[in-house]
């Protein structure tokens, strides 16, 4: 409160000072006021410390003081002290891990465990020292994860917090504490489910800064088994809450080892996490998972995003920043494992049975017709999948993506599910932008005999790509006439046939796209022709949209009248002319002198020799000396006039009609 108030008080002199309503000494009376109370602390005693002079004062009692927790966060000594005793922190964290008596009012019923919690996370030194040190403390705190499944997540949330402050406080000592509790990693995979329990296992592997006790971590939660254990949860057999915490720290896990690896290039050991995750026998073990006979779509769903954070490839940018690589883009170092790779080929016909078998869902409706079936979260992963691997650029998978032709279908049939469109656009945009790979050897190993890449050999003559996408346009133009809607999938079309517009003039396989709309039917031909000309080109002439325009905008409101004459420019030469103007007056001297010390207030009656400081010009100001320094012709062009002078037929001439 102390902090609010005085900045409301230098607030309120600034403001004082700008608008000239007190004199130079009373300011340096007033500032040397806020010195004091800086200097000295001169400001009133909280209800607190007169509790804190009681003998018989409970923790309770502080606690239903509304600024405990400003105080706490202040370091106030008296409470520092109380709250430091034993007793005190036994019954906090008691707050914290036991549940509250059910028969209390909702309203106050977290009260004190939220109050217990915010308390023991200020951040406080004495506390974590006393906290992280009392190993009684310790194994109190730690008897909350020994309670039956599920825990209560409100409960869980606060325990989380408060272990993390003293893991990154303390890491030293609460890593060897719980390296000795034997059951730690077992009751972190019994509450995986629980997600402040998945937070509290992903903070151990945040928190701890320092390279060698990190990789110490990271090796004792090897050894522990972690990943094999979080690979088994993403099972059908298991609920949903932990598939998806389960998956969510694997995802995690690859992401943040791969982080580590950019930044810490010269480590001498690797990540054993992110070498454990990307062993084939793991990613067979998440595969058998995913293709399990009873088709679970959670443990699906899970296990399909495992396999798309390992198939991310990433490089270094500046200031340690990380983005993903561009399709055709390769980087040794960073990317994807081959055992990975090798791993998902062999399953690919099995991922082409699940877009065409996904796990059975009942039947959707909507607002403009029947889902049966609905497309569903496993097939659009799937397709988020083969994107993945299309973006990978490796020959071996390219191969066996040829044999998937139902995506095309997909997009056509499902016609308002854009999560679906976006992916196959990108699918699309990766055939027509990715180079043919070079092998090691120097060979060429994506394409025919004839020099051909397949993938676009594939797309252009198997799926038929132009004939579908003038088939569909038409059908559109057609229901639109009837006064039909417009298909949902619109859109995206326009952008993959503009995507292969720019790859017959620009792209990487231009010679070879040219060839294949060459060999296209004449009438074919003929009408994607006519259509890139005509419908594409008006299209695309529609969807510009000029982010400056010169045209008159009227209103339809006759009521508006008020605003529409107000005389200001469209012109940036009056604003930046009163910039300049406001510039004038804020010297450098002003910025200096601005601001008081203590050898300035030695003889607070005496008159302050310090000049004031000009004020902010005000409107007439300025016009006044822009009519001074500027040409009438000028002035007149830029919209600034006497002020006795209005010259209406300016107002209407305005963009905006002022």
Not at 273 to 279: H, Q
Not at 301 to 314: F, G, H, K
Not at 368 to 385: A, K
Not at 452 to 475: G, P, T, Y
């Amino acid at each position: 409160m102390l902090e609010y108030w005085l900045l409301l008080k230098v607030q309120n002199l600034l403001q004082s000072i700008q608008s000239s309503l007190i004199k130079p000494d009373f300011v340096a009376f007033d500032c040397q006021h806020l010195l004091m109370f800086w200097k000295f602390d001169l400001h009133s005693s909280s209800h607190i410390d007169t509790l804190l002079e009681r003998e018989d004062v409970t923790l309770k009692e502080l606690m239903d003081e509304e600024d405990v927790l400003q105080e706490c966060k202040a370091q106030n000594r008296k409470l520092i002290d109380f709250l430091l005793k034993l007793e005190c922190l036994e019954d906090l964290v008691s707050f914290i891990i036991e549940e509250p008596p059910q028969d209390m009012d909702e309203q106050i019923r977290y009260k004190y465990p939220n109050i217990s919690c915010e308390l023991l996370t200020s951040d406080v030194s004495q506390i974590n020292d006393r906290l992280g040190e009392e190993e009684s403390l310790l194994m109190k705190l730690y008897s909350f994860l020994l309670n039956e499944s599920p825990l209560n997540p409100l409960l869980a949330s606060f325990f989380s917090k408060v272990l993390s402050i003293l893991i990154s406080r303390k890491p030293e000592e609460i890593v060897d504490f719980l390296k000795k509790k034997h059951d730690f990693v077992d009751l972190i995979i019994k509450h995986i489910g629980t997600s402040a329990i998945m937070d509290l296992l992903l903070r151990l592997l945040t928190c701890i800064e320092p390279p060698q006790p990190r990789q110490e971590v990271l090796n004792w939660l090897n050894e522990e088994r972690i990943i094999q254990r979080l690979v088994e949860i993403v099972h059908p057999s298991q609920d949903e809450d932990r598939h998806s915490n389960a998956s969510q720290s694997l995802c995690e896990i690859i992401r943040l080892s791969r982080d580590q690896m950019l930044q810490v290039q010269n480590s001498s050991e690797p990540d054993p996490l992110l070498a454990s995750l990307e062993k084939q026998e793991i990613i067979e073990q998440l595969l058998s998972n995913i293709f399990h006979k009873e088709k679970n779509e959670s443990a699906i769903v899970s296990a399909i995003q495992i396999l798309l954070t390992l198939l991310e490839t990433r490089r270094q940018t500046f200031e340690g920043h990380i983005e993903i690589c561009p399709p055709g883009m390769s980087n040794s170092k960073y990317s994807v494992n081959k055992s990975v790779l090798e791993a998902i080929k062999a399953r690919l016909s099995s991922f082409h049975e699940l877009l065409l078998e996904p796990p059975k869902k009942s039947v959707m409706k909507t607002t403009w017709g029947v889902l049966d079936p609905p497309v569903g979260n496993t097939r659009l992963n799937v397709i988020r999948l083969i994107s993945s691997l299309l973006q990978t650029n490796t020959s071996s998978v390219n191969q066996e993506l040829i044999e998937l032709n139902s995506i095309g279908d997909m997009f056509f049939k499902y016609t308002w599910n854009n999560f679906l469109h976006t992916q196959v656009e990108i699918c699309i945009a990766l055939i027509l932008a990715n180079p043919l790979e070079s092998m090691e050897n120097g060979t060429i190993t994506d394409q025919d005999s004839t020099g051909d890449n397949l993938l676009l050999k594939h797309l252009f003559l198997k799926c038929q790509l132009i004939e579908r996408i003038l088939e569909a346009w038409e059908m559109n133009e057609k229901k639109q006439a009837e006064g039909g809607r417009r298909y949902g999938y619109m859109g995206h079309l326009t952008r993959i046939a503009n995507c292969i517009v720019h790859s017959t003039d620009k792209g990487p396989n231009s010679t070879q796209v040219q060839q294949l709309i060459k060999e296209l039917p004449e009438e074919v031909r003929e009408r994607w022709e006519t259509f890139c000309t005509n419908s594409l080109g008006e299209t695309n002439k529609r969807n510009t949209v000029d982010l400056v325009t010169t045209c008159h905008i009227h209103s339809s409101s006759d009521d508006e009248i008020d605003f529409k004459e107000t005389g200001f420019s469209q012109d940036s030469s009056l604003q930046q002319a009163f910039s300049d103007y406001q510039m004038q007056q804020m010297t450098s001297n002003f910025i200096d002198q601005f601001g008081f010390n203590d050898e300035k207030f030695e003889n607070i009656g005496q008159k302050s020799t310090q000049p004031t400081p000009k004020m902010p010009p005000t409107q007439s100001d300025l016009s006044s000396v822009l009519n001074t320094l500027m040409p009438y012709g000028e002035r007149e062009r830029m919209g600034v006039l006497p002020e006795n002078r209005v010259d209406t037929d300016s107002r209407k001439n305005s963009c905006f009609g002022m």
